[in-house]
């Protein structure tokens, strides 16, 4: 295998165009979603505490945007946005922020309209999202691993090598191409949970050789629980992050998550240590896996004229802000690892240009040629590409349930509001990237923190926002 990897890393690179050229009319697409990996965590982007030589070989063939972001750090939202190119606030029927989304029946998600437009799209791993993979476009699944079915059955793991007890994926099994459970296959997550999705997914394009594809590949790590991937070893312990803290400095909103319980605080840097070593492994696991599904490619032939996205749902606190889960608006947890590679994308490049996962949607409608549905709210990230804008969103914004609000604009500040407790935190992430120096209260950004305030109130304003505004309404 390490002889066939270097094989693979290398006609990657040969293959990845220097230039953005027009893409052809039979490009596959293979989406590829990691679930809860920090920004940082891949080794192209941060500070190496896993080896990711498959995720650094796509990052060096492809385009880089560092300032990629979630919208909201929660997996059924985020994906649910990505699906839809949607913001998913203030939609019709949308319920409170965080609860189910409400698909708009008047404009198709992503796989349907590439479905439409002569795609096969197969969705494969973790499904998370309102409906069924078929009622969302997907004209086929491959191992598909959803919530239910297990039939009373327990979870096959219980507790995590740390001794965790195990309450994500309770539940939760593998459904054949009829829907039919395959409790067979492990109840809830298991150390091969990934290996057999990325393992469908890799048979899916090998059958797929000779017609244009849309393969989307959830991966369940390096979500908890954490478990030992199969075959590894226990590693040195990563270091802690700079902005390590026992205990967050105040209540931020999820106190109570199940995400914080599982390593009540206050937390010991010896117990987040621990965690950090298997969270690492795991994305270890995960840069396997996608150096698995370009090997299929290869395999197939099919390097040349396959767009691979690699991302996100959201990021992860671990131990950051005195945090462990997602369900915040700091960088650990709003920002995702976003690469794009093939027909299309220059190479070698990293772009500062901050975007949404939505923004996703529209991007590839320009870059297969097609035109992108109304209503949208991404934007195309193509101008970027092609060097012709430097930005396509002047701010990016972010919530989380009726807790959290933010702002961040292109040249770098960054407001949270936290409505339930009327608290604002103001940072200048140029000079200060892990936050660790509140702004909010020196006299001296008095007049940047109302500018940003009004600019995230009427943002609210917008999109119809339940919770209280940044700055009160007249």
């Known amino acids: 295998m390490p002889g066939r990897r270097a094989q693979l890393l290398a006609a990657f690179l040969a293959a990845a165009p220097v230039a953005p050229a027009a893409a052809p009319a039979a490009t596959n697409v293979l989406l590829i979603l990691a679930d809860d990996l920090r920004p940082d965590a891949p080794g192209f982007a941060g500070v190496r505490d896993a080896r990711t030589p498959h995720l650094d070989a796509l990052a060096r063939g492809g385009a880089v ?3 990629a972001t979630c919208s909201y750090p929660i997996c059924h939202v985020s994906r649910s946005e990505l699906l839809s190119g949607q913001l998913a606030l203030g939609r019709p029927g949308q319920g409170a922020p965080g609860g189910p989304v409400a698909f708009d029946p008047a404009s198709p998600l992503l796989p349907a309209r590439l ?102 590949v959830n991966l369940t790590a390096p979500h908890d629980p954490l478990l030992a991937p199969p075959g590894s070893s226990r590693r040195p312990e990563p270091g802690l992050p700079a902005n390590f803290r026992t205990a967050p400095a105040f209540e931020t909103g999820n106190a109570g998550g199940r995400d914080e319980r599982i390593l009540p605080a206050p937390r010991t840097p010896e117990a987040v240590r621990a965690e950090r070593e298997l969270y690492f492994r795991l994305v270890e696991e995960v840069d396997h896996n996608v150096g698995e599904l370009l090997a299929a490619l290869a395999a197939a032939g099919l390097l040349e004229r396959t767009l691979v996205l690699f991302s996100s749902d959201n990021g992860l606190a671990l131990g950051s802000h005195g945090l462990m889960g997602k369900q915040n608006q700091y960088e650990h947890s709003f920002n995702v690892p976003l690469v794009l590679a093939g027909p299309g994308v220059p190479a070698g490049r990293r772009f ?97 923190l109302a500018d940003l305030r009004t600019r995230l109130g009427a943002w609210q304003l917008q999109h119809r926002d339940p919770a209280p505004p940044a700055v009160p309404r007249p």
Not at 142 to 159: C, I, L, N, T
């Open 65 to 67: 945007f560092p300032r």
């Open 115 to 216: 479905a439409d437009a002569g795609w096969h799209t197969v969705h494969a791993g973790k499904w998370h999202v309102a409906g069924t993979p078929a009622q969302r476009g997907f004209r086929e699944t491959a191992g598909m691993f959803s919530g239910g079915g297990a039939a009373g059955k327990p979870a096959a793991v219980e507790r995590t090598p740390t001794g965790r007890e195990v309450t994500g994926y309770r539940g939760w099994t593998f459904k054949d191409a009829a829907g039919r459970p395959q409790p067979e296959l492990g109840v809830g997550l298991t150390p091969e949970t990934d290996r057999i999705i990325t393992a469908r997914a890799a048979e899916a394009i090998g059958r797929l050789r000779d017609r244009p594809f849309f393969l989307q």
């Open 352 to 448: 500062a240009a901050q975007c949404y996962l939505r923004d996703l949607y529209p991007t590839l409608c320009d870059l297969l040629g097609l035109g992108t549905p109304a209503g949208l709210d991404g934007r195309s990230l193509l101008p970027v590409l092609r060097g012709e804008r430097t930005e396509i969103h002047e701010a990016v914004f972010g919530y989380f349930t009726d807790t959290q609000r933010m702002i961040r604009t292109a040249d770098g500040w960054k407001l949270i509001w936290y409505p339930a407790i009327q608290r604002t935190e103001l940072f200048h992430l140029n000079g200060d990237p892990e936050e660790l120096h509140d702004l909010a209260g020196e006299p001296a950004h008095a007049a940047r």
